[in-house]
């Protein structure tokens, strides 16, 4: 009778991404792998549709999809550092640096070998360098970590800079492409008469990699980043990802529970690098050319804000945010100079009125959500009692809650 | 109201698993441990008691490897553990919970216990990366222990909640759980019933045996001597770091020294049984 | 033969480095009072002293100072400068506390976030200068405004004359009187915020919530109170450090903060965060190891040299030179 209390009050303010989520996890298995396919393929072919309003006007479209993809791959890399282990990173602009180098000296500056065959070696260099970097580092705690990490990052561009053997300041050029495989031509939309139509004069070879054709990059950092998503969740979901978030949450309990931590977090950094030294691999060879100016410690501070932004510790945060970093200043290209500004203010804005960043780890969610019911039980405390006093249900029928135990 | 009828068969085996020998800790200038000496025999449990700073938290650091003593040693299952690291001492088996609770806060209850464990498993990044046999032989062992563990303590339906949104008794039942986890021979319970009511106490002390009949040794400090004198086999009592009592629940309740140390009697005036 | 000319030139390098260091110590306290307070890396403080160097040029402007002035209307003109400066300064670690950090410590964000909002708060402030030319047109203002905001993005100078005549001989190497003032000058600065951190009411609530925050509420300090007069003291001495950078270098630019922000944030994590002698020491190690080590390796390298100290300092020592403690501050 007195069940006219409506539903949850406040559960649907806001929160669009949650629910999203929400929804979105409450469809079965192979309905939510279809949609991932789906979103993948969308993915793949955006780039040809060419999507008004969506597209960047002015600078090629194409290109500006390369670099975000570039920035999600850093971002997820980076996520594992800082938002599954919990590590402070400023520095991760010089993981990037290194995988981007090591491709430019083997393929152009000292060595001529193919891009594909510089890749692993670039790789290993980069995992390498992280263990090197974080042996001596890691053990030191907290926010040094991120001061040295950021001393890191300088070494590095300073080195570059100073270094006849790569290049000083002019940086590194040309930087082969990867090997391509011409098969067909695939037609972009035109949507300068408003509706959109298959411009057969307006096409992108699958799969050439070329300098005036930016999309087959895009198409190879996509497929690079559905594999290190995949890697990142298998790894994330065993033993090796609840060490690091044990060792995030309380290092000494960790280590008591048998968790190896400085291991752990060693690990934590050479993923982290060796996904960088993909990123930059790639950026150097979509660039042909690399010069220290590229690697800078604003741009560890944007990779940084992407993961921040996004919401850390999840790994689709980090895609998000890295989306948000990198391609509203491609699409807001007109206001130019008022970019970093904008930049900055959304920086702050975001960390009052969203700290958890926009899509945040499920365990936060999941805290607000009891808290919210939590508050919502205590608001609904009072006419419950009222209701007892008027006679209603017994006292017995109330009390299972077991809400009870918990002491004040 | 604690019932006072003593465990009647402590299981001396003459089996020793634990034993800190003349064990000194000094921190500057003050000394937190002074030649303690003390053994657990397999199978028992073993009540550390003490007033206020007596260095019981301390004798369970040297014990688990946070603190190196300054001299002695300590041995377990016949091997030399000083100066082992941390987590090399967890999986040589003890296992530890803390006075003031410290869980993985933001991992579910069932993840914490997997992270204890995940002490017992081997492996690595590539493994789960490969999704090998072996790995996930590990991960579905482990989650099996971890819900076996999590009902066991009385915890079971909350395994995908939040720790830190766990009620307090909850999270302390929960710190048994992760310890029990890394399937260790020594459980050391750090004041397992601070803050409990009476009957959650008595209710604690019910699940202490019951971890013993698991076949566990445990170590347990705690402040409420009625409460421990029900169900341990034996007693150490320290006071000011030194060790001044190592007896049966009935003799220590009798010692003038223990007495005195608890009620506080200038130390002048405490005759210490040696 | 790089070593001989270290040799060499050693008092100069030495010299040079102490002049630089001094900066570093004024801007590093800053960063450490904040993060003995607050555990905060205040990213933008490097922004509080960017403003501060503009300050003391437009002040110069003001009273008309330029190249020909000299003896006693040189050295009034640069102390009313320093004054401005550190009142600029104050004033934007004031308006960056209440804008940037008291809205997160109101919610009890992480502080990871804190960093976060401190970033941006940083991008904003450096682009506000280098946008103040465009800001001015765009609320037509410019032609009032006239030189104050004119080439926003480019460098800008000190129009008083830097060079000083050697005034000392030590070793057979001149030091000029500026070298001293610079030194001295911020030397008799940081004596003066240590003592009142440590002699004052203020300051001892700065020390008590810097140790323990709670108890110190409860024992009826006034945190917020302290957390601002934190980021003004820190702002103060930035403005100070400003004048005297420009005293040295005699170029500024929008973006110049942030190279001397991680310099001084490096000398405050070599001294020992939170602790204010730390931050002494760190800078002046710092300023002297660069100078020494750039004349080992070689300019290019001075700020490698830094950095590398900073690593192999904290492998060592993990808590910085001096250890942390503003809340232990020794007596």
């Known amino acids: ?408 | 109201m604690a019932e006072t009828v003593q465990q009647p068969t402590p299981v001396t085996t003459g089996d020793t698993l634990l034993s800190l020998d003349d064990v000194t800790l000094k921190f500057g200038g003050v000394t937190a441990l002074n030649g303690v000496s003390f053994h657990i025999d397999r199978g028992e449990i073993l009540g550390l008691i003490g007033p206020n700073g007596a260095g019981k938290t301390t004798a369970f650091n040297v014990v688990t490897g946070i603190y190196r003593p300054t001299s002695g040693g300590v041995t377990f299952d016949g091997e030399q553990i000083t100066g082992l690291k941390r987590y090399r001492i967890a999986k040589r088996g003890i296992a530890r919970t803390f006075q003031n609770i410290r869980l993985f806060r933001a991992m579910t209850a069932l993840e914490n216990v997997m992270v204890g464990a995940d002490a017992r498993h081997t492996t690595g990044p590539i493994s789960a990366l490969l999704g090998l046999p072996r790995h996930r032989r590990e991960e579905a062992a482990g989650r099996e222990l971890a819900l076996e563990l999590l009902d066991f303590v009385g915890v079971g339906g909350r395994a995908d909640e939040l720790a830190g949104n766990l009620s307090y008794g909850d999270q302390r039942r929960l710190e048994i759980a992760r310890a029990m986890a890394t399937q260790p021979k020594l459980l050391c319970l750090d004041e397992p019933a601070a803050g409990f009511n009476p009957s959650e106490k008595q209710a604690l002390m019910e699940l202490i045996r019951k971890i013993r009949d698991r076949g566990l040794t445990v170590l347990l400090i705690e402040h409420d001597m009625r409460l421990v004198m029900g169900v341990v086999d034996r007693v150490v009592v320290l006071e000011f770091g030194t060790k001044i009592a190592d007896a049966s629940p009935t003799e220590v309740q009798n010692d003038p020294a223990v007495i005195a140390a608890y009620l506080g009697v200038a130390e002048d005036e405490v005759v210490t049984d040696e | 033969m790089a070593f001989q000319y270290v040799l060499d030139q050693f008092v100069s390098l030495f010299v040079g480095g102490l002049v630089f260091g001094s900066v570093y110590a004024l801007i590093a306290l800053g960063y450490t009072m904040v993060y003995g307070v607050l555990q905060l890396i205040n990213f933008a403080h490097s922004e509080v002293f960017m403003f501060g160097t503009f300050a003391t040029v437009w002040a110069l402007w003001l009273v008309g100072a330029d190249a020909t002035t000299a003896g006693v209307a040189l050295v009034a003109s640069l102390a009313v400068a320093m004054l401005i400066a550190m009142i600029t300064s104050g004033g934007v670690a004031l308006l960056l506390e209440r804008v940037a950090y008291r809205p997160l410590l109101n919610r009890g964000a992480p502080r990871l976030i804190a960093l976060i909002s401190a970033i941006g708060a940083s991008f904003v402030l450096s682009e506000l200068m280098g946008l103040r030319g465009a800001l001015a047109s765009a609320l037509g203002v410019d032609d009032v405004l006239g030189r104050y905001v004119a080439r926003s993005r480019e460098n800008l100078g000190l129009p008083t004359d830097r060079t000083f005549t050697v005034q000392f001989e030590v070793l057979g190497y001149g030091v000029t009187n500026k070298d001293i003032i610079i030194v001295l000058a911020a030397l008799l600065m940081m004596i003066a915020a240590d003592q009142f951190i440590r002699r004052t009411r203020l300051g001892r609530g700065i020390r008590a919530v810097a140790q323990d925050p709670e108890s110190a509420s409860l024992m009826g300090v006034n945190s917020t109170r302290v957390i601002q007069l934190t980021f003004l003291i820190g702002g103060l001495l930035a403005g100070a450090a400003a004048t005297l950078y420009m005293l040295q270098v005699g170029l500024t630019r929008y973006n110049a903060g942030f190279l001397l922000g991680v310099k001084a944030f490096t000398a405050a994590v070599l001294g020992g965060i939170g602790n204010l002698r730390g931050a002494l020491v760190g800078g002046l190690v710092l300023g002297v190891a660069e100078s020494l080590g750039s004349g080992l390796f070689g300019s290019e390298w001075r700020h490698v040299v830094a950095f590398v100290l900073l690593v192999v300092i904290l492998l060592f020592r993990p808590t910085g030179l001096l250890g942390e403690s503003l809340g232990k501050a020794r007596a």
């Not at chain 1, 090197?132 to 070494?155: C, H, K, N, Q, S």
């Not at chain 1, 010069?291 to 560890?300: A, D, K, R, V």
């Not at chain 1, 689709?316 to 509203?328: N, S, T």
Request: net charge neutral.
């Open chain 1, 1 to 408: 009778m007195s069940q006219t209390t409506s539903a949850p009050p406040r559960r649907s303010r806001r929160d669009l991404l949650g629910g999203l989520r929400r929804r979105l996890s409450g469809m079965p298995r192979w309905a939510q792998f279809l949609l991932m396919v789906a979103i993948a393929l969308l993915c793949y072919v955006l780039p040809l549709l060419e999507p008004p309003i969506i597209s960047t006007p002015g600078t090629d479209f194409g290109g500006v999809l390369f670099t975000v993809s570039v920035y999600v791959l850093v971002a997820v890399g980076l996520n594992i550092v800082v938002g599954y282990a919990g590590l402070l990173d400023l520095g991760y602009v010089g993981f990037y640096a290194i995988g981007a180098y090591t491709v430019g000296v083997l393929t152009a500056q000292h060595a001529t070998w193919p891009w594909l065959l510089s890749l692993p070696v670039a790789l290993v260099v980069t995992m390498v360098s992280g263990v090197l970097l974080g042996w001596p580092t890691l053990r030191v705690r907290g926010d040094y970590l991120a001061i040295v990490t950021l001393g890191f990052g300088e070494i590095v561009r300073l080195t570059l800079i100073n270094s006849e053997w790569l290049g000083a300041a002019r940086g590194i050029r040309p930087i082969p492409s990867p090997p391509s495989l011409p098969l067909f031509e695939v037609p972009h939309l035109d949507w300068s008469t408003g509706v959109p139509l298959v411009d057969f004069s307006d096409t992108t070879t699958f799969i050439e990699f070329g300098v005036t054709d930016p999309i087959p990059f895009y198409w190879l950092a996509l497929t690079l980043i559905i594999l290190v998503l995949l890697a990142d969740k298998r790894i994330k979901d065993s033993r090796v990802g609840r060490a690091w978030e044990a060792t995030r949450e309380d290092e000494d309990a960790a280590e008591l529970m048998g968790v190896p931590t400085f291991r752990f977090k060693l690990l934590a950094f050479a993923i982290g690098a060796f996904v960088g030294g993909i990123a930059g691999s790639l950026f150097a060879t979509r660039q042909t050319f690399i010069n220290p100016e590229s690697f800078t410690l604003l741009i560890s501070i944007l990779f940084l804000s992407a993961v921040v932004v996004g919401g850390q510790g999840n790994r689709w945060g980090a895609v998000i945010g890295a989306v948000v970093v990198a391609y509203l200043p491609e699409r807001f290209r007109g206001f130019e100079q008022w970019r970093v500004l904008v930049f900055g203010l959304a920086l702050m804005l975001l960390a009052i009125y969203r700290p958890q960043g926009l899509l945040p780890p499920r365990r936060t969610v999941r805290a607000q959500r009891m808290e919210a019911e939590t508050e919502a039980l205590e608001v609904g405390e009072e006419p419950e009692d009222a209701v007892i006093a008027a006679g209603g249900p017994t006292p017995d029928d109330a009390a299972p809650t077991d809400e009870g135990s918990s002491r004040g």
